[in-house]
Protein backbone atom coordinates (compact mmCIF):
# COMPACT_ATOMS: atom_id res chain seq x y z
CA UNK A 1 0.00 0.00 0.00
CA UNK A 2 2.57 2.48 0.67
CA UNK A 3 4.22 1.62 -3.06
CA UNK A 4 1.30 2.61 -4.31
CA UNK A 5 0.66 6.18 -2.36
CA UNK A 6 4.13 6.76 -3.30
CA UNK A 7 3.55 6.15 -6.83
CA UNK A 8 0.33 8.38 -6.76
CA UNK A 9 2.33 10.90 -4.81
CA UNK A 10 4.85 11.08 -7.51
CA UNK A 11 2.10 11.23 -10.23
CA UNK A 12 0.84 14.12 -8.13
CA UNK A 13 3.90 16.28 -7.56
CA UNK A 14 4.21 15.84 -11.79
CA UNK A 15 0.73 16.78 -12.42
CA UNK A 16 0.82 19.99 -9.63
CA UNK A 17 4.14 21.22 -11.27
CA UNK A 18 2.56 21.82 -14.87
CA UNK A 19 0.61 24.98 -14.78
CA UNK A 20 0.05 24.90 -18.31
CA UNK A 21 -1.45 21.12 -18.15
CA UNK A 22 -3.84 21.94 -15.38
CA UNK A 23 -5.25 25.02 -16.94
CA UNK A 24 -6.19 22.83 -20.22
CA UNK A 25 -7.49 20.11 -17.67
CA UNK A 26 -9.68 22.61 -15.31
CA UNK A 27 -10.27 26.13 -17.02
CA UNK A 28 -10.86 25.26 -20.94
CA UNK A 29 -14.06 22.48 -19.73
CA UNK A 30 -15.36 24.94 -17.95
CA UNK A 31 -14.86 27.86 -21.14
CA UNK A 32 -16.19 25.57 -23.34
CA UNK A 33 -19.38 24.28 -21.24
CA UNK A 34 -20.36 28.07 -20.60
CA UNK A 35 -19.83 28.64 -24.52
CA UNK A 36 -21.25 26.12 -25.47
CA UNK A 37 -24.73 26.19 -23.05
CA UNK A 38 -25.03 29.98 -24.13
CA UNK A 39 -25.19 29.95 -27.72
CA UNK A 40 -27.57 26.47 -27.20
CA UNK A 41 -29.59 28.56 -24.86
CA UNK A 42 -30.05 31.06 -27.41
CA UNK A 43 -31.54 28.87 -29.88
CA UNK A 44 -33.75 26.93 -27.04
CA UNK A 45 -34.92 30.61 -26.36
CA UNK A 46 -35.62 31.69 -30.21
CA UNK A 47 -37.51 28.62 -30.66
CA UNK A 48 -39.56 28.85 -27.44
CA UNK A 49 -40.00 32.85 -26.34
CA UNK A 50 -37.75 35.05 -28.63
CA UNK A 51 -40.52 36.22 -31.58
CA UNK A 52 -38.95 35.21 -35.28
CA UNK A 53 -39.50 38.29 -37.73
CA UNK A 54 -40.54 36.67 -41.23
CA UNK A 55 -41.95 38.57 -44.34
CA UNK A 56 -45.77 38.43 -44.95
CA UNK A 57 -46.97 39.08 -48.95
CA UNK A 58 -50.77 39.72 -48.89
CA UNK A 59 -51.92 39.08 -52.29
CA UNK A 60 -55.42 37.91 -51.27
CA UNK A 61 -56.39 41.24 -48.93
CA UNK A 62 -59.37 38.95 -48.00
CA UNK A 63 -60.51 37.12 -44.76
CA UNK A 64 -58.78 34.32 -44.97
CA UNK A 65 -54.92 36.13 -45.04
CA UNK A 66 -56.68 38.08 -42.02
CA UNK A 67 -57.37 34.70 -40.27
CA UNK A 68 -53.54 33.67 -40.73
CA UNK A 69 -52.38 36.86 -39.85
CA UNK A 70 -54.35 36.03 -36.52
CA UNK A 71 -53.10 33.01 -35.80
CA UNK A 72 -49.41 34.18 -36.86
CA UNK A 73 -49.76 36.93 -34.42
CA UNK A 74 -51.33 34.33 -31.80
CA UNK A 75 -48.49 32.09 -31.79
CA UNK A 76 -46.44 34.34 -29.95
CA UNK A 77 -43.71 32.89 -32.37
CA UNK A 78 -43.42 35.33 -35.28
CA UNK A 79 -43.20 38.88 -35.52
CA UNK A 80 -44.86 39.80 -38.57
CA UNK A 81 -43.36 42.31 -41.55
CA UNK A 82 -45.28 43.34 -43.77
CA UNK A 83 -43.89 43.72 -47.38
CA UNK A 84 -45.85 44.19 -50.83
CA UNK A 85 -43.50 42.92 -53.29
CA UNK A 86 -42.76 38.91 -53.47
CA UNK A 87 -39.74 39.48 -55.69
CA UNK A 88 -37.87 41.90 -52.80
CA UNK A 89 -39.00 39.26 -49.96
CA UNK A 90 -37.88 36.44 -51.58
CA UNK A 91 -33.99 38.10 -52.30
CA UNK A 92 -34.63 39.62 -47.97
CA UNK A 93 -34.34 35.92 -47.67
CA UNK A 94 -32.36 34.44 -49.66
CA UNK A 95 -29.39 37.16 -48.42
CA UNK A 96 -30.34 35.98 -45.07
CA UNK A 97 -32.26 39.12 -43.69
CA UNK A 98 -35.02 37.06 -42.59
CA UNK A 99 -35.23 33.57 -42.37
CA UNK A 100 -39.02 33.17 -43.85
CA UNK A 101 -41.29 35.01 -45.92
CA UNK A 102 -44.97 33.64 -46.49
CA UNK A 103 -46.48 34.61 -49.67
CA UNK A 104 -50.59 34.55 -49.84
CA UNK A 105 -51.84 34.10 -53.56
CA UNK A 106 -54.30 36.79 -55.21
CA UNK A 107 -58.23 36.12 -54.85
CA UNK A 108 -57.54 33.38 -52.02
CA UNK A 109 -60.57 34.03 -49.99
CA UNK A 110 -62.85 34.66 -53.02
CA UNK A 111 -61.78 30.87 -54.57
CA UNK A 112 -62.10 29.42 -51.54
CA UNK A 113 -65.78 30.81 -50.65
CA UNK A 114 -66.75 29.99 -53.96
CA UNK A 115 -65.31 26.55 -54.00
CA UNK A 116 -66.76 25.77 -50.86
CA UNK A 117 -70.41 27.21 -51.62
CA UNK A 118 -70.12 25.05 -54.39
CA UNK A 119 -69.41 21.81 -52.87
CA UNK A 120 -72.09 22.60 -49.96
CA UNK A 121 -74.80 23.47 -52.54
CA UNK A 122 -73.62 20.13 -54.40
CA UNK A 123 -74.06 17.98 -51.28
CA UNK A 124 -77.51 19.88 -50.27
CA UNK A 125 -79.14 19.22 -54.07
CA UNK A 126 -78.33 15.77 -53.37
CA UNK A 127 -79.77 15.12 -50.01
CA UNK A 128 -82.43 12.00 -50.67
CA UNK A 129 -80.60 10.20 -53.33
CA UNK A 130 -79.15 7.19 -53.57
CA UNK A 131 -75.43 7.14 -52.56
CA UNK A 132 -74.26 5.78 -55.40
CA UNK A 133 -75.81 8.31 -57.52
CA UNK A 134 -74.25 11.37 -56.28
CA UNK A 135 -71.45 12.84 -58.30
CA UNK A 136 -68.36 14.22 -57.20
CA UNK A 137 -68.45 17.43 -57.31
CA UNK A 138 -65.56 19.04 -59.02
CA UNK A 139 -64.48 22.49 -58.66
CA UNK A 140 -63.64 25.07 -61.87
CA UNK A 141 -60.59 26.63 -59.46
CA UNK A 142 -56.87 25.14 -59.24
CA UNK A 143 -55.45 24.55 -56.04
CA UNK A 144 -53.98 27.53 -54.31
CA UNK A 145 -50.46 27.80 -53.18
CA UNK A 146 -49.08 29.84 -50.02
CA UNK A 147 -46.00 30.44 -51.05
CA UNK A 148 -43.02 29.70 -48.10
CA UNK A 149 -39.44 31.46 -48.95
CA UNK A 150 -36.94 29.82 -46.48
CA UNK A 151 -33.66 31.51 -45.76
CA UNK A 152 -30.96 28.46 -47.25
CA UNK A 153 -28.92 27.64 -43.99
CA UNK A 154 -32.34 27.61 -42.27
CA UNK A 155 -32.44 23.79 -40.53
CA UNK A 156 -34.51 21.11 -42.51
CA UNK A 157 -36.39 20.25 -39.44
CA UNK A 158 -36.96 23.98 -38.54
CA UNK A 159 -38.15 23.86 -42.13
CA UNK A 160 -40.49 20.84 -41.65
CA UNK A 161 -41.76 22.40 -38.49
CA UNK A 162 -42.93 25.57 -39.83
CA UNK A 163 -44.28 24.34 -42.55
CA UNK A 164 -46.33 21.51 -40.75
CA UNK A 165 -47.86 24.66 -38.37
CA UNK A 166 -48.88 26.40 -41.39
CA UNK A 167 -50.18 23.77 -42.93
CA UNK A 168 -52.43 22.66 -39.84
CA UNK A 169 -53.66 26.20 -39.58
CA UNK A 170 -54.80 26.52 -43.25
CA UNK A 171 -56.55 23.79 -43.13
CA UNK A 172 -58.31 24.66 -39.85
CA UNK A 173 -59.68 27.74 -41.48
CA UNK A 174 -60.89 25.46 -44.55
CA UNK A 175 -62.71 23.30 -42.09
CA UNK A 176 -64.27 26.41 -40.73
CA UNK A 177 -64.99 28.31 -43.75
CA UNK A 178 -66.91 24.85 -44.85
CA UNK A 179 -68.86 25.04 -41.75
CA UNK A 180 -69.90 28.66 -42.09
CA UNK A 181 -71.30 27.91 -45.44
CA UNK A 182 -73.37 25.02 -44.57
CA UNK A 183 -74.60 27.61 -41.55
CA UNK A 184 -75.83 30.22 -44.36
CA UNK A 185 -77.27 27.32 -46.45
CA UNK A 186 -79.38 26.07 -43.39
CA UNK A 187 -80.29 29.23 -41.70
CA UNK A 188 -81.08 32.41 -42.11
CA UNK A 189 -79.56 33.58 -38.96
CA UNK A 190 -76.06 33.62 -39.31
CA UNK A 191 -75.38 35.26 -35.77
CA UNK A 192 -75.72 32.11 -33.79
CA UNK A 193 -73.12 29.64 -34.56
CA UNK A 194 -74.56 26.38 -34.88
CA UNK A 195 -72.02 24.77 -35.83
CA UNK A 196 -69.00 23.96 -32.86
CA UNK A 197 -65.87 24.36 -34.80
CA UNK A 198 -63.44 23.12 -31.87
CA UNK A 199 -61.15 20.22 -32.81
CA UNK A 200 -62.36 17.39 -30.87
CA UNK A 201 -58.88 15.22 -31.21
CA UNK A 202 -56.24 16.89 -28.33
CA UNK A 203 -52.94 15.50 -27.99
CA UNK A 204 -52.01 15.49 -24.35
CA UNK A 205 -48.54 14.72 -23.34
CA UNK A 206 -47.52 12.64 -20.00
CA UNK A 207 -44.92 11.42 -18.52
CA UNK A 208 -43.98 7.75 -19.11
CA UNK A 209 -42.61 6.80 -15.71
CA UNK A 210 -45.48 8.97 -13.82
CA UNK A 211 -49.08 10.31 -15.56
CA UNK A 212 -49.15 12.45 -12.50
CA UNK A 213 -46.26 14.33 -12.69
CA UNK A 214 -45.58 17.53 -14.74
CA UNK A 215 -43.94 17.34 -18.04
CA UNK A 216 -40.37 19.07 -17.48
CA UNK A 217 -38.88 20.32 -21.12
CA UNK A 218 -35.37 19.72 -20.86
CA UNK A 219 -33.10 23.15 -21.43
CA UNK A 220 -29.57 23.05 -22.51
CA UNK A 221 -27.95 23.33 -19.10
CA UNK A 222 -29.35 19.79 -18.82
CA UNK A 223 -27.74 18.99 -22.01
CA UNK A 224 -24.94 20.48 -22.03
CA UNK A 225 -23.72 19.73 -18.64
CA UNK A 226 -23.46 15.85 -18.65
CA UNK A 227 -21.95 16.03 -22.03
CA UNK A 228 -18.85 18.15 -21.87
CA UNK A 229 -18.24 16.59 -18.43
CA UNK A 230 -18.14 13.40 -19.69
CA UNK A 231 -15.79 15.43 -22.82
CA UNK A 232 -13.69 16.69 -20.21
CA UNK A 233 -13.73 13.68 -18.03
CA UNK A 234 -12.28 11.81 -21.22
CA UNK A 235 -10.14 14.19 -22.54
CA UNK A 236 -7.99 13.38 -19.82
CA UNK A 237 -6.20 10.97 -21.09
CA UNK A 238 -4.18 13.29 -23.08
CA UNK A 239 -2.06 14.40 -20.11
CA UNK A 240 -1.89 10.75 -18.42
CA UNK A 241 -0.19 9.16 -21.95
CA UNK A 242 2.13 12.18 -22.46
CA UNK A 243 3.45 12.08 -18.88
CA UNK A 244 4.06 7.68 -19.36
CA UNK A 245 5.75 8.49 -23.21
CA UNK A 246 8.11 11.34 -21.22
CA UNK A 247 8.65 8.74 -18.31
CA UNK A 248 10.26 6.17 -21.30
CA UNK A 249 11.97 8.30 -23.29
CA UNK A 250 13.35 10.17 -20.21
CA UNK A 251 14.55 6.85 -18.71
CA UNK A 252 12.07 7.47 -15.45
CA UNK A 253 10.26 4.09 -16.09
CA UNK A 254 13.82 2.06 -16.58
CA UNK A 255 14.59 3.63 -12.79
CA UNK A 256 11.18 2.64 -11.42
CA UNK A 257 12.05 -1.02 -13.21
CA UNK A 258 14.64 -1.19 -11.10
CA UNK A 259 12.87 -0.92 -7.80
CA UNK A 260 10.84 -3.76 -6.13
CA UNK A 261 7.45 -2.11 -7.87
CA UNK A 262 5.26 -3.60 -9.71
CA UNK A 263 3.35 -2.35 -13.03
CA UNK A 264 -0.13 -2.80 -12.03
CA UNK A 265 1.26 -0.96 -8.79
CA UNK A 266 2.74 2.10 -11.14
CA UNK A 267 -0.58 2.15 -13.04
CA UNK A 268 -2.59 2.25 -9.75
CA UNK A 269 -0.63 5.73 -8.73
CA UNK A 270 -1.60 7.37 -11.81
CA UNK A 271 -4.99 5.82 -11.47
CA UNK A 272 -5.87 7.58 -8.09
CA UNK A 273 -4.72 11.19 -9.08
CA UNK A 274 -6.13 10.94 -12.79
CA UNK A 275 -9.24 9.89 -10.96
CA UNK A 276 -9.08 12.50 -8.52
CA UNK A 277 -8.71 15.03 -11.56
CA UNK A 278 -11.87 13.64 -13.62
CA UNK A 279 -14.01 14.36 -9.73
CA UNK A 280 -12.61 17.46 -9.91
CA UNK A 281 -13.90 18.49 -13.08
CA UNK A 282 -17.10 16.42 -12.42
CA UNK A 283 -17.69 18.99 -9.23
CA UNK A 284 -16.66 22.32 -10.95
CA UNK A 285 -18.91 21.40 -13.66
CA UNK A 286 -21.99 21.12 -11.69
CA UNK A 287 -21.13 24.10 -9.65
CA UNK A 288 -21.06 25.81 -13.13
CA UNK A 289 -24.11 24.66 -13.31
CA UNK A 290 -25.70 25.52 -9.66
CA UNK A 291 -24.03 28.86 -9.10
CA UNK A 292 -22.79 30.45 -11.91
CA UNK A 293 -25.48 29.34 -15.26
CA UNK A 294 -27.89 31.49 -13.00
CA UNK A 295 -25.88 34.50 -12.40
CA UNK A 296 -25.66 34.79 -16.66
CA UNK A 297 -28.98 34.26 -17.22
CA UNK A 298 -28.71 30.73 -17.99
CA UNK A 299 -31.32 27.90 -16.59
CA UNK A 300 -30.10 26.51 -13.35
CA UNK A 301 -28.81 22.74 -12.95
CA UNK A 302 -31.19 20.73 -10.74
CA UNK A 303 -29.08 18.40 -8.72
CA UNK A 304 -31.86 18.24 -6.00
CA UNK A 305 -31.74 14.12 -4.74
CA UNK A 306 -29.49 13.24 -7.73
CA UNK A 307 -25.90 14.10 -6.23
CA UNK A 308 -24.80 11.08 -5.16
CA UNK A 309 -25.60 9.14 -7.97
CA UNK A 310 -24.46 10.97 -10.51
CA UNK A 311 -20.86 11.15 -8.58
CA UNK A 312 -21.26 7.26 -9.19
CA UNK A 313 -22.02 8.05 -12.90
CA UNK A 314 -18.70 10.17 -12.53
CA UNK A 315 -16.46 8.17 -10.43
CA UNK A 316 -16.98 4.85 -13.09
CA UNK A 317 -16.57 7.61 -15.73
CA UNK A 318 -13.25 9.01 -14.97
CA UNK A 319 -12.30 4.69 -14.21
CA UNK A 320 -13.06 4.14 -17.90
CA UNK A 321 -11.08 7.38 -19.23
CA UNK A 322 -8.09 6.71 -16.95
CA UNK A 323 -8.10 3.08 -18.51
CA UNK A 324 -8.15 4.45 -22.28
CA UNK A 325 -4.94 6.99 -20.64
CA UNK A 326 -3.12 4.08 -19.56
CA UNK A 327 -3.77 1.48 -22.15
CA UNK A 328 -2.98 4.32 -25.01
CA UNK A 329 0.06 5.53 -22.68
CA UNK A 330 1.56 1.73 -22.78
CA UNK A 331 1.43 1.32 -26.32
CA UNK A 332 2.20 5.13 -27.69
CA UNK A 333 6.21 5.08 -28.11
CA UNK A 334 6.40 9.09 -28.44
CA UNK A 335 4.18 12.39 -27.90
CA UNK A 336 4.08 12.57 -31.01
CA UNK A 337 1.76 9.44 -31.08
CA UNK A 338 0.01 9.90 -28.06
CA UNK A 339 -1.03 13.73 -28.50
CA UNK A 340 -2.54 13.74 -31.67
CA UNK A 341 -3.83 10.04 -31.61
CA UNK A 342 -5.37 10.57 -28.22
CA UNK A 343 -7.21 14.37 -28.82
CA UNK A 344 -8.78 12.51 -32.22
CA UNK A 345 -9.78 9.46 -30.64
CA UNK A 346 -11.59 11.50 -27.95
CA UNK A 347 -13.57 13.51 -30.57
CA UNK A 348 -14.48 9.97 -32.30
CA UNK A 349 -15.93 8.75 -28.91
CA UNK A 350 -17.84 12.23 -28.36
CA UNK A 351 -19.26 11.80 -31.70
CA UNK A 352 -20.42 8.61 -31.69
CA UNK A 353 -21.51 8.77 -27.83
CA UNK A 354 -23.92 11.60 -28.67
CA UNK A 355 -22.08 14.78 -27.20
CA UNK A 356 -22.16 16.32 -30.82
CA UNK A 357 -25.25 14.59 -32.42
CA UNK A 358 -28.24 12.57 -30.37
CA UNK A 359 -27.89 9.00 -31.07
CA UNK A 360 -31.59 8.85 -32.53
CA UNK A 361 -30.54 11.56 -35.27
CA UNK A 362 -27.77 9.03 -36.65
CA UNK A 363 -27.72 6.65 -39.46
CA UNK A 364 -28.84 2.81 -38.34
CA UNK A 365 -25.01 1.77 -39.16
CA UNK A 366 -23.94 4.94 -36.92
CA UNK A 367 -26.28 3.89 -34.16
CA UNK A 368 -24.85 0.28 -33.55
CA UNK A 369 -21.19 1.98 -33.47
CA UNK A 370 -22.49 4.41 -30.80
CA UNK A 371 -23.47 1.50 -28.56
CA UNK A 372 -19.31 0.36 -28.20
CA UNK A 373 -18.41 4.04 -26.99
CA UNK A 374 -17.96 4.39 -23.30
CA UNK A 375 -18.99 8.07 -23.91
CA UNK A 376 -22.15 6.75 -24.96
CA UNK A 377 -22.52 4.83 -21.79
CA UNK A 378 -21.81 7.72 -19.50
CA UNK A 379 -24.13 10.41 -21.02
CA UNK A 380 -27.01 7.66 -21.30
CA UNK A 381 -26.20 7.05 -17.15
CA UNK A 382 -26.25 10.82 -16.89
CA UNK A 383 -29.58 11.33 -18.55
CA UNK A 384 -31.21 8.74 -16.57
CA UNK A 385 -30.20 10.83 -13.63
CA UNK A 386 -30.85 13.89 -14.85
CA UNK A 387 -34.11 13.74 -17.24
CA UNK A 388 -35.63 9.99 -16.53
CA UNK A 389 -35.20 10.45 -12.19
CA UNK A 390 -34.39 6.67 -12.13
CA UNK A 391 -32.93 5.19 -9.29
CA UNK A 392 -29.26 3.65 -8.48
CA UNK A 393 -30.58 0.10 -9.65
CA UNK A 394 -31.03 1.70 -13.42
CA UNK A 395 -27.79 2.54 -13.47
CA UNK A 396 -26.09 -0.79 -12.99
CA UNK A 397 -25.94 -1.66 -16.88
CA UNK A 398 -23.91 1.51 -18.05
CA UNK A 399 -22.15 1.37 -14.61
CA UNK A 400 -20.89 -2.12 -15.40
CA UNK A 401 -19.70 -1.46 -18.84
CA UNK A 402 -17.63 1.64 -17.91
CA UNK A 403 -16.24 -0.45 -14.93
CA UNK A 404 -15.42 -4.07 -17.26
CA UNK A 405 -13.68 -0.73 -19.81
CA UNK A 406 -11.51 0.25 -17.42
CA UNK A 407 -10.80 -3.32 -16.14
CA UNK A 408 -10.71 -4.59 -19.79
CA UNK A 409 -7.73 -1.47 -21.00
CA UNK A 410 -5.79 -1.83 -17.79
CA UNK A 411 -5.29 -5.65 -18.02
CA UNK A 412 -4.34 -4.86 -21.85
CA UNK A 413 -1.82 -2.55 -20.59
CA UNK A 414 0.27 -4.58 -17.86
CA UNK A 415 -0.20 -7.63 -20.37
CA UNK A 416 1.24 -6.02 -23.10
CA UNK A 417 3.80 -4.15 -20.81
CA UNK A 418 4.87 -7.87 -19.63
CA UNK A 419 5.33 -8.85 -22.91
CA UNK A 420 7.34 -6.37 -24.37
CA UNK A 421 10.00 -6.18 -21.30
CA UNK A 422 10.51 -10.14 -21.03
CA UNK A 423 13.72 -11.36 -21.13
Known amino acids: MHKLWASAYKEYLLLVRDFGGLAILFIMPLLLVITITVIQDGTFKTLKESKIPILLVDNDQGSVSERIKENLTASKQFELVHQPEETLAQKLVQNGEYQLAIVIPENLSRDLDIKVSENVEGILEKFGMEEESIPIVKSKFEPKEVKLYFDPATQFSYRNSIKSGINQMVSMIETASIYKAFQEELTDDNTEQIFDTESFIQFTEISPGDPTEKITIPNSTQHNIPAWTLFAIFFIILPLSINMVKEK ?35 LMLAVGVFLFPVIGLPQLDVNGKLLMLLVVAFFAGLAAVGLGLLLGTIAKSQEQSAPFGATFVVILAALGGVWVPVFAMPKFMQALSSISPMNWGLNAFYDVFLRNVGLVNLLPEIALLFLFFL ?8 YNERKNAV
Not at 258 to 274: D, E
Not at 408 to 415: D, K, L, P, Y
Request: hydrophobic share 55%; charged share 5%.
Open 249 to 283: NLGTFVRLRTNPVSYATVLGGKTIVFLSVALIQFA
Open 408 to 415: VTTAISII
